[in-house]
C-alpha cells in the first residue's frame, strides 16, 4: 500500500468543494485539488447525501483534496457525524483507502464511508 499522507481526502459528494452545503463549505473551499481517481468501494444513494461501503465490489470515482490545515480534520469529522472514540455511533467513519489516481499512480487518503449497516432499499 501506499505511504499515508496525513492530510489527503478522498471525495466522492457534498464534501467536494463545488457541492458542499452552507454548514461545511468554509471549510471545504479551502481544499486544495490534488487530481482525481477511484477507489474499491460501492456507492450508495441515501435522499440527501451518498454514502460508500469500502471493497463492496466496485470502483467510485472521485476527487483527492489536500486538508491545508489538520484544525479543520474536526470540523469535517463533526459535518459526518464521525466520533474517533465511538464509531458504533457514528454516522461515517474516517478511514484509509488506496486511491488509484487516473494518471495509474497510488496514494493513500481517508475517506469517510458509511459507519451503519446499509438498508438494502439504498443500494444503488
Known sequence: MA????NLIFVYGTL?????PAEIVQVT???ELVGEGTIEARKYQF????AIVLGDL????GHVFRVPDPEM???IDR??????????????VRTRTLVT???????????????RRMPVKSRA
Open 73 to 75: 480534520w474536526a470540523a
Open 101 to 115: 489516481m487516473n494518471d495509474g499512480s497510488k496514494l493513500e487518503a481517508w475517506v469517510y464511508e458509511y459507519g
Open 3 to 6: 505511504e499515508p499522507i496525513d
Open 79 to 92: 459535518y459526518e457525524g464521525y466520533y474517533p472514540t465511538r464509531h458504533d455511533t457514528s454516522l461515517f
Open 29 to 31: 473551499r479551502r481544499f
Open 58 to 61: 466496485g470502483l467510485v470515482a
Open 16 to 20: 467536494h468543494p463545488d457541492r458542499s
Open 47 to 50: 435522499q440527501h447525501y451518498p
